[in-house]
């Protein structure tokens, strides 16, 4: 009996030191509401060094200049995309796989993806992507996404040493992606390149505030 009650009590403090362990900066985790909250802030449109603005191939990435793709993202990010796997993980999900190129489709267990902005009193409301997003010929918004928890391929960080090889969103700042124009990304949504071709996004003015403005990404797992 005494031997039971050690064997519970230690899985008690076990359980206690894995609910109280800290999460990287920017990312908190919430298992109750199944999400990943990550701090995120309202991206420039056009890049100082681009002389256009192109369309919008992410939802969230690393700002200018560490992002390999800041000049095409909806709201910047300061965490490191493999920290957001994990965090994905802690709430139960597995990776699928990512795609890339023409005729590919990515695979994994869908995740919904949505905004927190803050309004006039200061209070975070909840803004689907497709309200954020636009097409700005006909200011339609595109069909509704569906994300999955693709996870990134593995990447060398040396093209000198192609064995040493790491999370490849973490060598990019892609986090989340549109279309499969890459696959060094957590989370990439159903559509392909035949929707990229003719899916030309920008965000909606009057959806976000203004550039800088410090907002919420999260990361929701469905409940079944």
Not at 85 to 93: D, I, R, S
Not at 148 to 156: C, D, H, I, R, W
Not at 168 to 193: H, K, R
């Amino acid at each position: 009996m005494k031997r039971l009650l050690l064997v519970i009590a230690l899985l008690v403090g076990m359980h206690t030191v894995i609910a109280q362990e800290p999460h990287a900066a920017g990312i908190t985790v919430d298992p109750q509401k199944r999400q990943v909250i990550i701090e995120a802030k309202v991206a420039p449109r056009q890049l100082p060094h681009l002389d256009k603005v192109y369309p919008i191939e992410l939802i969230a990435g690393w700002p200018h200049p560490k992002g390999k793709k800041a000049h095409e993202i909806v709201v910047s990010v300061d965490v490191m995309p493999s920290q957001v796997h994990k965090a994905l993980e802690q709430l139960g999900l597995k990776p699928g796989k990512p795609a890339k190129g023409e005729g590919t489709k990515a695979e994994g267990p869908v995740v919904h993806v949505y905004l927190e902005v803050p309004d006039a009193a200061g209070e975070f409301k909840r803004v689907p992507l497709e309200k954020v997003l636009w097409d700005p010929k006909t200011k339609k918004s595109p069909p509704k996404m569906t994300f999955l928890f693709t996870g990134s391929v593995l990447s060398p960080r040396d093209p000198n040493k192609p064995e040493d090889k790491v999370y490849g969103a973490d060598l990019t700042g892609s986090l989340i992606c549109l279309f499969p124009v890459t696959d060094e990304v957590v989370l990439q949504t159903t559509w392909t390149m035949k929707e990229e071709k003719f899916l030309k996004l920008d965000v909606n003015p009057a959806a976000l505030p203004k550039v800088g403005t410090t907002v919420r990404l999260i990361l929701e797992v469905p409940t079944s």
